[in-house]
């Protein structure tokens, strides 16, 4: 029996996809610059289906890539040649909500915003908030360690996971709990890309609802001073909910999608949310007003009221499809700065889009240091390439200034050079040997997130320590 007609036997006909068109919609994630068919898709509805599944791909040595939504930027659902695609979208139930204890139990395929919704109920909520949320799945939250505006104040996905349970290569249950002893290895799935088991369920923190939150919107005629407003509010002392930054390019794109009132002259916009009670929201809004006046802030403007805060976000959350509508095509770079140094780094991206004729819209989650700078393009026009070559520079650049090459969409098939130059031969060796002791077939996402030696070789992108050559060993082509 050939693999498809073996999956058939286990698998009722609609959950299995094969042929090139129906695959179509499964050849991609968020970048879609990059694509390719599968081999076959399969949605299970139950875990027994994904451990037969499993089975099966062992037996004939077929890849999988698991899927969650496939809004990934990173290209970490790309399909392999010749791969499975494992689709959990049909895993999409809340298995248990408990608001004494402040948790709740969660299939993978569920949708980040839909928990937040079903447990408003109890007066609680799920915290990390990518701008994705209406879409993303949890599963794919969790092997990317999901960001959002929110995550300043109350940390990434990791920091709100309690449990994880995995399917590994062998099709084995794990779990990982927060309160096991030992290597922390419930932080270790966090952020694994799809490579080190298949997460099934996950216990996840929820939070009380704020009693108020506020965002102030300040404009300001020079990057410069935005940027310092950003570090005087950190130093400080102050934790805002979330402290966003847009360039320019992005300000105007975005208020002419959203119409969110922003200052389209301005260039550089922060939205920054104080949230608390009554006393803690007016005296913080109060600190960082003062702290926005002196930057000279050219533009101050205070939400009043619940639908004035959402609107002013709404700019912010649409930012990337606003900036979608400028252009043919557009590559969304990540990478992770030091917050002093963003007005140098936001100097040198003007220079490099100068220098690669591309234009480039910055938004960014400017108390995190995380840049989101969006190049435009034209594919058809044979642009990929220098998008390409515009975007290594920018996570060159972050490693050079002492930040990293991802902040929170993970890396993919997208940052595999720049792990070559972020992480010494000893370091991606570790991350290998830890991929071993999960799925030592390479059985689940193989080629994803870490490099090989040769690869890092052949790419010429290298980590280089005290000025010698990296894998001297390994033969340059
Ligand atoms: C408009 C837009 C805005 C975005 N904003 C943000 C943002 O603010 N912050 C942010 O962090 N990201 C953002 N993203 C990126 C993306 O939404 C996140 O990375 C999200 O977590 C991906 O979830 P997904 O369900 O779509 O995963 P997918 O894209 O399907 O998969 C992502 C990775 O996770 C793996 N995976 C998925 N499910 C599982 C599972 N159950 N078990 C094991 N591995 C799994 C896949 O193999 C793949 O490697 C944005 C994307 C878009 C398109």
Known sequence: MTFIQ???????????ITGKEDCAPFECDGLSAYRQKPLVVVLPETIK??????????????????????TGLAGGALPLENSLV????????????????????????VRNLAISEAVAQYGLYYAPDPSSQIACSI????????GGVHCLKYGLTVHNVQAITVLNALGETVT?????????LLALLNGSEGLLGIIIEITLKLRPQVAKAQVIMAGFDQVEMAAKAVSEVLRQGIIPAGMEMMDHFAIKAAEDFAKAGYPTSAQALILCEIDGDERQVKQGIEQVLTIFKAAQASVLKVSQNEAERLNLWKGRKSAFPAVGRLSPDYYCMDGTIPRHQLAFVLAEIARLSKKYHLAVANVFHAGDGNLHPLILYDANQGELEKAEAFGAEILSL???????ITGEHGVGIEKLGGMCEQFSEAELATFHAIKAV????????????????HRCAELGQMHVHHNQLPFPHIERF
């Open 6 to 16: 073996t999956l058939s036997k286990i698998l009722p006909k609609n959950l299995l």
């Open 49 to 70: 289906q994904i451990k037969q599944i499993l089975k099966v791909c062992r037996g004939f040595k077929v890849p999988v890539v698991t899927r969650g939504a496939g």
């Open 86 to 109: 494992l689709g959990l979208s049909k895993l999409n139930q809340i298995l248990e909500i408990d608001p004494l204890r402040q948790i709740a139990r969660v299939q993978p395929g």
């Open 139 to 146: 599963g794919g939250n969790v092997a990317e360690n999901s």
């Open 176 to 184: 990982f709990d927060y309160r096991d002893e030992g290597i922390d």
């Open 398 to 404: 972050s490693l050079k200034v002492g930040g990293t």
């Open 438 to 453: 999960f799925d030592k077939s390479e059985l689940l996402n193989p080629g994803k997130a870490i490099p090989t030696l």
